[in-house]
Every structure is written in C-alpha cells, then in structure tokens.
T-cell receptor, first 116, second 119 residues
C-alpha cells in the first residue's frame, strides 16, 4: 500500500476554507484515495473518495492532479465541529467481487483545530 | 449507508482476565473485517485481518495467542484480549468492507470503537 504524508496539524478559524494536502508518490494504478475524519474516542468516518480529477459531495471536495501523486481535501467554511483528525489513505480496495479485502494502513493524520 | 456496530463501547477489567469485543455488520455481509488499536494521540494501528471461516491474519508484532479473533459468520467478528494487562489498555476499533452498491464508497466502514481499561 502506498505510504502517505500529511501535515501533522493545521489551524483555522470558523468560516474559512481549509485545504489539507496529502502526498502519495508511490500510488499504484488500482489505488483509490479515501479521506476519513476521526473525533476523539470514535471510529473514523468516511468523508470522500476519488480516483482522479475532482470529486465533490455535500461535505467536502477532493482534488487529484493528473499524476495522482498527491490529493487535497477541501473543507468549505469550517465550523468548530470540524475540529478532528483527518486521515488520507490510498489502496486498491475494490476487490474482485466488489467487497474490499485489502487492508487500510493509517498514516499520522492531520489534526485540524478550528478556532472561533 | 453501511453500519458497523461495536460492543461494548467501554469496558474495565481486572488484570489477568479476558475481555471479548464484538463487531457486527448490521446491514451487509462482510467476509473480511479488520481490527485496529489506537493509543492516545496516535494513529490507528492495524492488528489483524479477520476472515470469515478461516484463521485471522495478524500483523507483525501482534501476538495471536493474546488477541484471539473469531469470524464465525458473515456479520460477526470477535476480538478477545486474553490475560489482559494494563499495557493492553487502549482504544480498539473494527472495520468491515461492504459491497459498493450498498454504500457511497468503495471500501470500509468503521465501528465506534471500544475503550478498554485494564486495572
């Protein structure tokens, strides 16, 4: 599985847009990029997933350049409740029958602290 | 979306006793589940891969006789911490993969975690 590198921490203020970049230089052809959010004493929660270009859902956008060696999670107008650790993971997770069987290895994650 | 239920959420046990943690996929079948451990202010560390109907695959450095994993059905995997010691106190999290047509992402749903404290 491709190793990922993220900033250890980031600070922001309410209402700002936050962009967290993840480097994955050794990403393989079959690898997807997935971002998770984790609050203290809770399991990680899926945020967004992509393979290439741009993906947007109701909570975030994911930008992936053509070479796929990095990705950027964009959180629009963050609030205090967005304070959490954000993990970027890459891996070939689709599996042969639609169910993923490849293990996910977590990196250090980025602790986002949103202040009033 | 897919839901993974983990029980109990918190448990305190005496040193030397065993503790069982359950991980259930509520609305999908999971042939594979994963168990993680997380110490304070650290990332999740993969402990083992649980395979339905077969032996679990443990990561390097994880004692299989201490952390017993049973995946007896397509919706249930259990992790038993045997002869627990204070250093086993940690946050244990399971995850399971689901079929893409039942989920908004290809991949994994995580349980809410179990806080184990060994006294």
């Amino acid at each position: 599985l491709a190793k990922t590198t993220q900033p250890i921490s980031m600070d922001s203020y309410e209402g700002q847009e936050v962009n967290i970049t993840c480097s994955h230089n050794n990403i393989a052809t079959n690898d997807y990029i997935t971002w998770y959010q984790q609050f203290p004493s809770q399991g990680p929660r899926f945020i967004i997933q992509g393979y290439k270009t741009k993906v947007t859902n109701e909570v975030a956008s994911l930008f992936i350049p053509a070479d796929r060696k990095s990705s950027t999670l964009s959180l629009p107008r963050v609030s205090l409740s967005d304070t959490a650790v954000y993990y970027c993971l890459v891996g070939d997770i689709r599996g042969d029958y639609g169910g993923a069987t490849n293990k996910l290895i977590f990196g250090t994650g980025t602790l986002l602290a949103v202040q009033p | 979306g897919a839901v993974v239920s983990q029980h109990p959420s918190r448990v305190i046990c005496k040193s030397g006793t065993s503790v069982k943690i359950e991980c259930r996929s509520l609305d999908f079948q999971a042939t594979t589940m994963f168990w993680y451990r997380q110490f304070p202010k650290q990332s999740l560390m993969l402990m083992a891969t649980s395979n339905e109907g077969s032996k679990a695959t443990y990561e390097q450095g994880v004692e299989k006789d201490k952390f017993l994993i049973n995946h007896a059905s397509l919706t249930l995997s259990t992790l038993t911490v045997t002869s627990a010691h204070p250093e086993d106190s940690s946050f244990y999290i399971c995850s399971a993969s689901d079929l893409p047509e039942d989920s908004d992402n290809y991949g994994y749903t995580f349980g809410s975690g179990t806080r184990l404290t060994v006294v």
